[in-house]
């Protein structure tokens, strides 16, 4: 019922007034704000790369259509620890301890995405004008990369007080790069738009800058199962529109 709502106001929209087009370039970075169930002991925020092909269509008076295709990257660190109890038995023995699995990664995913937004001009001057943005977009996973260190420890091994140590230090047991299968990412991508700009006259265009937030609304994981992990990012934009 929503989509026919929705599709009904543009075509009220569409039908009022004089319609201009505009295409141009639009470039930026972004900043993830990823949102997930699975608990991190530390993440970083890396810049990404935002761009692509941008159109406008002027519908009635302050309202407008935004959409294009783009190309995004995020980039982001990550610190992770999961622990769970193991055990041992030689003959009568049995030592209990934790097993510490810490993951030092990076993760990089690029996603094509295509946004339909809905423009409202709120300010207005002769040469200038400032607005706000709502809407939806599509995207489709190109790449995602999970990199870095995993360190295996073992902590309270019983036989650690015959060499001097405590029983609660940590063994490092094994290290090497993290699991390339580790995680698995679903292809396509959803998610709602929005922000805001200022869009100034310049030249035979218009020189426009915004800032966008994107929320995605799928589950971005196939693996590991139960972990809920949702795209996201902050964008810093400025384009030129023709």
């Known amino acids: 019922m929503w989509k026919v709502c929705l599709l009904l106001l543009v075509i009220s929209l569409w039908g009022q007034g004089t319609r201009t087009w505009g295409v141009g370039l639009q470039f930026g970075i972004n900043l993830p704000a990823y949102r997930t169930s699975q608990k991190v002991d530390q993440a970083v925020v890396l810049p990404g790369f935002t761009g692509g092909v941008q159109g406008r269509l002027s519908l009635k008076q302050k309202w407008a259509l935004q959409g294009g295709i783009y190309f995004s990257q995020r980039n982001s660190a990550y610190l992770l620890t999961e622990s769970y109890p193991s055990d041992t038995t030689v003959g009568s023995f049995r030592d ?3 097993v510490h699995i810490t993951n030092n990664g990076r993760l990089e995913v690029g996603h094509i995405e295509v946004p339909l937004l ?3 001009s709120f300010l ?6 400032s607005y706000v943005l709502l809407g939806l977009h599509g995207g489709y996973q190109v790449f995602a990369r999970n990199y870095g260190r995993t360190q295996v420890a073992l902590e309270g091994l019983d036989f650690l007080p015959l060499f001097g140590f405590s029983p609660q230090t940590r063994v490092i047991v094994a290290e090497g790069p993290i699991e390339p299968g580790r995680v698995r990412f679903r292809r396509g991508d959803l998610g709602v738009w929005l922000g805001g700009g200022n869009a100034h006259s310049m030249g035979p265009g218009v020189m426009t800058f915004e800032v966008r937030f994107f929320g995605g609304v799928v589950n971005s994981f196939r ?3 139960g972990v809920r992990f ?10 030129y529109l023709f």
Request: charged share 30%; no cysteine.
């Open 96 to 98: 209990e301890y934790t």
């Open 230 to 239: 949702y795209n996201g990012s902050v964008m810093f934009l400025t384009g």
């Open 223 to 225: 693996s590991p199962a």
């Open 124 to 129: 207005e001057k002769e040469d200038w004008r």
């Open 118 to 120: 809905l423009e409202w």
